[in-house]
């Protein structure tokens, strides 16, 4: 009876003991069923029974034998369950190239892991992958490297050594591929170096070009300097003499079948604890300089899951990533860690050859390069196998591989491009032109061809055509917001001031005097400043809503920055802008109609069609632009035609309306313009005595009574047909005569 009680009670013990047990789900992928997330397992689960822990370590793995899932698929995999923020896994083991992109779905561990534990990782160069914003997400889990691997059956047979740089290899597997050649060995091969059209290529390429930096200590040589040159040319080299493209394009299985044959010289592959055969470092350009990809897993905890599950998970993660776990991993399985100082212990490497580990010289993949590392890593590899497997010329491709993270500037320096420096050559040779310009407007022998407007109207008008010009010249140059905005601003400005003066004088020498003519006579300046009021508050409003920069336009595989308006506030904002500027053209050109035979205009008023007309096709260029969205199908073209659109309205305003008036003294034209001048000085003078009482005149009565459209147009039509005031005195004439007195 005693017995049988003791039994329920220990069964009792054991289910509530089972019920408290806690699961942790991990997820991973690898190409081999025996791999070391089984390892992990197993120590883990003893480890959680010895000490009582009641958490059980469960590592879902995708294999080759288990799922069609490979590397791809599997990143697409974990993609879907962060976005869907499952709680379905708690761990997940990932490439280490994808942490920029899971990182903002896992548990930020600096608050939860010791600053001891993380010690151990923080100097290592697996470290870069494990950190995203500032913040430990990942520690690496599982550590890949390239090595060489060797024959030493080939090496004895021919009395060869090991090599140490790419020549000694290259020297090497060309005499013993020539003799086993000689035997009609002809499956055997020399050098596989794995440059495939997979991320292994990627992984090959990187590598080999580290190899061959300058020094121990140099960084990742540039990419067009000439230490890659040399790189790609031994690559090339390497292929042609002692492989062929066949098999430098074959993938892992290829190796792999020749690793079981064992008909090869030398493999470069990952270290894997079951080949058995010797292996080194990498070669380089200069002994003792190697090269090889960081491969591996990194593991993160799942944000997402309840404080239970994070504990627990966090109890397996500190496990798996200590050094006790890490050591027991090379000592026990032969598998790599990423910790430095078990290469360094006497009893771990007593059976491991651990002098190439400690002297590997570890490259990370440039995953922050980019936002899309897996289509950067694709492009990458395609272009410089244009070389190493085409016929492109080493530079070129090398120059596309570039312009994959180059931005590229509009700078005045000619090696960037020739736009930058043309725009601002004539933006210069022009602002100084029309600076000087305004010069004449006090020389005496041009005086009597600037009297369509006052001294002060035509400095306005002419610094507007500056003012336009120069927004040219505000992308040059990195680009900042606020120089997305200015361009704006200058334009909209610039055109206020270029064409309201214009505005200004058709306006008081309209056929009939008017209240509106009189007020804005005797207000000129407040006229003015209202349109630039105006132009201030609707640009104002677009700083709501600023411009972002972004830098994803590409044009012939180039890169550049962009000034983007992503927000729909904001583009409203500038088709106001357009319309508001288009609604001042079309009220010039009613005025140009109804003013057109007026004699006090004489030939001035032809030449404001030729402006109105081109800025009317600036505006619709401007609206073509942004229909077609040519900034981002083609943003070169379109910066191209923004550019030589401004430079032609700015100039061919201020030709039309101001430089011809320069060079009218210099053509034989000269005693028919003094003429019209001096009569239009006696009407001047006439309507002085009489412009007091014209203010006071009141408006036609037959202007306010036409109501209908038909009366309308007919008013209209009489006033096009007129070649004078009706009034005593025409309120241009007056303008004219009174900024005369003002002029400074």
Same mark, same amino acid.
């Given at each position: 009876?005693?017995?049988?009680?003791?039994?329920?009670?220990?069964?009792?013990?054991?289910?509530?003991?089972?019920?408290?047990?806690?699961?942790?789900?991990?997820?991973?992928?690898?190409?081999?069923?025996?791999?070391?997330?089984?390892?992990?397992?197993?120590?883990?689960?003893?480890?959680?029974?010895?000490?009582?822990?009641?958490?059980?370590?469960?590592?879902?793995? @995708?294999?080759?034998?288990?799922?069609?899932?490979?590397?791809?698929?599997?990143?697409?995999?974990?993609?879907?369950?962060?976005?869907?923020?499952?709680?379905?896994?708690?761990?997940?083991?990932?490439?280490?190239? @994808?942490?920029?992109?899971?990182?903002?779905?896992?548990?930020?561990?600096?608050?939860?892991?010791?600053?001891?534990?993380?010690?151990?990782?923080?100097?290592?160069?697996?470290?870069?992958?494990?950190?995203?914003?500032?913040?430990?997400?990942?520690?690496?889990?599982?550590?890949?490297?390239?090595?060489?691997?060797?024959?030493?059956?080939?090496?004895?047979?021919?009395?060869?050594?090991?090599?140490?740089?790419?020549?000694?290899? %290259?020297?090497?597997?060309?005499?013993?591929?020539?003799?086993?050649?000689?035997?009609?060995?002809?499956?055997?091969?020399?050098?596989?170096?794995?440059?495939?059209?997979?991320?292994?290529?990627?992984?090959?390429?990187?590598?080999?070009?580290?190899?061959?930096?300058?020094?121990?200590?140099?960084?990742?040589?540039?990419?067009? !300097?000439?230490?890659?040159?040399?790189? %790609?040319?031994?690559?090339?080299?390497?292929?042609?003499?002692?492989?062929?493209?066949?098999?430098?394009?074959?993938?892992?299985?290829?190796?792999?079948?020749?690793?079981?044959?064992?008909?090869?010289?030398?493999?470069?592959?990952? #270290?894997?604890?079951?080949?058995?055969?010797?292996?080194?470092?990498?070669?380089?350009?200069?002994?003792?300089?190697?090269?090889?990809?960081?491969?591996?897993?990194?593991?993160?905890?799942?944000?997402?899951?309840?404080?239970?599950?994070?504990?627990?998970?966090?109890?397996?993660?500190?496990?798996?990533?200590?050094?006790?776990?890490?050591?027991?991993?090379?000592?026990?399985?032969?598998?790599?860690?990423?910790?430095?100082?078990?290469?360094?212990?006497?009893?771990?490497?007593?059976?491991?050859?651990?002098?190439?580990?400690?002297?590997?010289?570890?490259?990370?993949?440039?995953?922050?390069?980019?936002?899309?590392?897996?289509?950067?890593?694709?492009?990458?590899?395609?272009?410089?196998?244009?070389?190493?497997?085409?016929?492109?010329?080493?530079?070129?491709?090398?120059?596309?591989?570039?312009?994959?993270?180059?931005?590229?500037?509009?700078?005045?320096?000619?090696?960037?491009?020739?736009?930058?420096?043309?725009?601002?050559?004539?933006?210069?040779?022009?602002?100084?032109?029309?600076?000087?310009?305004?010069?004449? %407007?006090?020389?005496?022998?041009?005086?009597?061809?600037?009297?369509?407007?006052?001294?002060?109207?035509?400095?306005?008008?002419?610094?507007?055509?500056?003012?336009?010009?120069?927004?040219?010249?505000?992308?040059?140059?990195?680009?900042?917001?606020?120089?997305?905005?200015?361009?704006?601003?200058?334009?909209?400005?610039?055109?206020?001031?270029?064409?309201?003066?214009?505005?200004?004088?058709?306006?008081?020498?309209?056929?009939?005097?008017?209240?509106?003519?009189?007020?804005?006579?005797?207000?000129?300046?407040?006229?003015?400043?209202?349109?630039?009021?105006?132009?201030?508050?609707?640009?104002?409003?677009?700083?709501?809503?600023?411009?972002?920069?972004?830098?994803?336009?590409?044009?012939?595989?180039?890169?550049?920055?962009?000034?983007?308006?992503?927000?729909?506030?904001?583009?409203?904002?500038?088709?106001?802008?357009?319309?508001?500027?288009?609604?001042?053209?079309?009220?010039?050109?009613?005025?140009?109609?109804?003013?057109?035979?007026?004699?006090?205009?004489?030939?001035?008023?032809?030449?404001?069609?030729?402006?109105?007309?081109?800025?009317?096709?600036?505006?619709?260029?401007?609206?073509?632009?942004?229909?077609?969205?040519?900034?981002?199908?083609?943003?070169?073209?379109?910066?191209?035609?923004?550019?030589?659109?401004?430079?032609?309205?700015?100039?061919?305003?201020?030709?039309?309306?101001?430089?011809?008036?320069?060079?009218?003294?210099?053509?034989?034209?000269?005693?028919?313009?003094?003429?019209?001048?001096?009569?239009?000085?006696?009407?001047?003078?006439? !309507?002085?005595?009489?412009?007091?009482?014209?203010?006071?005149?009141?408006?036609? !009565?037959?202007?306010?009574?036409?109501?209908?459209?038909?009366?309308?147009?007919?008013?209209?039509?009489?006033?096009? #047909?007129?070649?004078?005031?009706?009034?005593?005195? !025409?309120?241009?004439? @007056?303008?004219?005569?009174?900024?005369?007195?003002?002029?400074?």
């Amino acid at each position: 009876m005693i017995l049988q009680i003791i039994i329920l009670v220990l069964l009792l013990s054991k289910l509530s003991s089972t019920e408290k047990q806690i699961v942790i789900n991990g997820i991973a992928n690898t190409c081999y069923s025996d791999d070391v997330y089984s390892k992990y397992t197993k120590e883990f689960n003893n480890y959680s029974k010895k000490n009582n822990l009641n958490i059980v370590l469960n590592i879902n793995t @995708f294999t080759k034998e288990n799922s069609t899932v490979v590397v791809n698929q599997y990143e697409s995999v974990l993609e879907f369950l962060f976005k869907k923020k499952s709680t379905k896994y708690e761990l997940y083991f990932y490439d280490n190239i @994808f942490t920029s992109k899971y990182g903002p779905y896992l548990l930020k561990l600096d608050d939860w892991v010791s600053k001891e534990h993380i010690d151990m990782y923080k100097d290592l160069v697996p470290a870069k992958t494990c950190i995203y914003k500032g913040k430990w997400v990942s520690f690496p889990i599982k550590t890949d490297i390239s090595v060489l691997y060797y024959n030493d059956k080939y090496l004895n047979k021919y009395n060869k050594s090991v090599p140490k740089t790419w020549n000694e290899l %290259l020297e090497t597997a060309k005499y013993i591929y020539d003799k086993e050649k000689e035997l009609n060995n002809t499956e055997f091969i020399a050098y596989n170096g794995l440059f495939s059209y997979t991320e292994l290529g990627m992984c090959s390429l990187y590598e080999f070009i580290y190899s061959y930096r300058d020094s121990l200590n140099s960084s990742f040589p540039d990419i067009q !300097s000439p230490q890659v040159v040399e790189a %790609l040319k031994m690559i090339k080299k390497l292929k042609d003499t002692i492989s062929s493209d066949e098999i430098f394009q074959k993938v892992e299985e290829f190796s792999e079948e020749y690793f079981s044959s064992g008909n090869f010289l030398f493999q470069k592959f990952w #270290y894997y604890p079951w080949f058995n055969y010797n292996f080194t470092i990498l070669p380089g350009n200069h002994e003792n300089i190697s090269g090889s990809a960081l491969g591996g897993y990194n593991l993160g905890i799942n944000k997402y899951i309840n404080d239970e599950k994070k504990n627990a998970a966090l109890t397996v993660f500190k496990f798996l990533t200590s050094y006790e776990m890490q050591r027991k991993l090379l000592h026990k399985y032969k598998y790599l860690t990423s910790i430095p100082k078990v290469y360094e212990d006497e009893e771990v490497c007593a059976n491991f050859n651990c002098d190439p580990l400690r002297r590997v010289q570890i490259i990370e993949r440039p995953t922050n390069k980019t936002n899309n590392y897996s289509i950067y890593s694709e492009k990458f590899r395609n272009y410089i196998y244009e070389y190493v497997y085409g016929n492109k010329k080493v530079n070129e491709v090398l120059e596309k591989v570039n312009n994959l993270t180059k931005i590229h500037i509009f700078s005045i320096n000619p090696k960037d491009n020739l736009l930058g420096l043309v725009t601002f050559i004539i933006v210069m040779i022009c602002l100084i032109a029309m600076l000087l310009s305004i010069s004449l %407007l006090y020389i005496q022998k041009f005086k009597p061809f600037f009297c369509f407007l006052s001294n002060d109207y035509w400095i306005i008008f002419v610094l507007g055509s500056c003012i336009i010009i120069s927004s040219s010249i505000t992308e040059i140059g990195y680009l900042y917001v606020y120089k997305c905005h200015l361009k704006i601003i200058l334009l909209c400005i610039g055109y206020t001031m270029n064409i309201v003066p214009l505005l200004y004088k058709l306006v008081i020498n309209f056929p009939e005097e008017n209240k509106i003519s009189i007020l804005i006579l005797n207000h000129r300046y407040i006229f003015l400043m209202c349109f630039i009021f105006l132009d201030f508050v609707i640009n104002g409003l677009n700083f709501i809503t600023p411009y972002q920069i972004t830098s994803n336009t590409i044009v012939n595989e180039k890169k550049y920055y962009v000034c983007e308006m992503r927000h729909n506030f904001g583009k409203a904002i500038q088709n106001i802008l357009i319309i508001y500027k288009i609604l001042i053209a079309f009220i010039i050109i009613l005025l140009i109609f109804i003013e057109w035979n007026m004699s006090n205009l004489h030939k001035d008023i032809k030449f404001f069609v030729s402006v109105i007309s081109m800025d009317i096709a600036f505006f619709i260029i401007l609206i073509s632009l942004q229909i077609n969205n040519i900034k981002k199908k083609d943003y070169l073209a379109y910066r191209y035609i923004l550019t030589f659109t401004t430079l032609i309205l700015s100039v061919t305003n201020y030709v039309f309306i101001y430089g011809l008036n320069i060079i009218r003294p210099f053509i034989k034209l000269e005693n028919e313009e003094l003429s019209f001048h001096n009569a239009q000085k006696q009407q001047n003078n006439k !309507s002085e005595q009489s412009c007091s009482l014209s203010i006071k005149s009141p408006l036609d !009565s037959s202007s306010r009574s036409s109501t209908n459209f038909h009366s309308i147009v007919q008013k209209l039509t009489e006033y096009h #047909y007129r070649s004078e005031s009706n009034s005593s005195g !025409s309120l241009s004439s @007056f303008s004219d005569n009174f900024n005369k007195n003002i002029d400074f």
